[in-house]
């Protein structure tokens, strides 16, 4: 459900108005009725390096001899 408030309503109702986010609620503030800017759960993803070690196969005999042309263009001025 998105809800819109005016800019003086969510400065004075910063913490109710984040509860409802964190409860899943999107939030639309707006000036002089036009919509500003949206009040959105944040999305966190926890990067694990290394995670997929076992997964992948690499072969180091494959990236051993780079190509000429690729390497030119890493190479270049």
Do not use: Y
């Not at 998105?2 to 986010?21: F, P």
């Not at 196969?57 to 494959?62: E, G, K, N, P």
């Amino acid at each position: 459900m998105t809800r819109t408030v005016n800019v003086h309503e969510a400065k004075t109702t910063l913490s109710k108005l984040l509860e409802q986010v964190a409860a899943g609620e999107r939030v639309v503030i707006a000036r002089a009725g036009k919509p500003v800017a949206d009040l959105v759960p944040h999305v966190r993803a926890d990067i694990v390096f290394g995670a997929a070690a076992e997964l992948i196969d690499f072969d180091s005999s494959t990236f051993d001899d780079p190509e000429p042309d690729v390497a030119d263009m890493f190479e270049r001025p």
